[in-house]
Nanobody, 116 residues
Framework: VQLVESGGGLVQAGGSLRLSCVASGSTFSINDMGWYRQAPGKQRELVAQ????????YYGVSVKGRFTISRDNAKNTIYLQMSSLKPEDTAVYYC??????????WGQGTLVTVSS
């Protein structure tokens, strides 16, 4: 399984961005998918996660109510709609897929910069 993120960029505080992550390869073996982020000098943290079946979601406390994760299984793609962005949302955002018998697979990351 390979993951490719896109959609990062520079945005002003209060603005919005949508990230995309396209999976390729043995996509039938993917279960949960999610977005993590890592700011300079900080640990990588879970932003949002979505299940494959019913599409159950989980959000980190700092983004709940502002970010929305969604999934299109037909396109092997997940999205992260980010609204009301804050400077503290600045980070490299990574896509993650939980792959059967393999564990976690990561994308290369996409940088989101929120200016004040």
């Amino acid at each position: 399984v390979q993951l490719v993120e896109s959609g990062g960029g520079l945005v002003q505080a209060g603005g919005s961005l949508r990230l995309s992550c396209v999976a390729s390869g043995s996509t039938f073996s993917i279960n949960d998918m999610g977005w993590y982020r890592q700011a300079p000098g900080k640990q990588r943290e879970l932003v949002a996660q979505i299940g494959r079946g019913r599409g159950s979601t989980y959000y980190g406390v700092s983004v709940k109510g502002r970010f929305t994760i969604s999934r299109d299984n037909a396109k092997n793609t997940i999205y992260l709609q980010m609204s009301s962005l804050k400077p503290e949302d600045t980070a490299v955002y990574y896509c993650n897929a939980q792959v059967l018998y393999k564990g976690g697979v990561w994308g290369q990351g996409t940088l989101v910069t929120v200016s004040s």
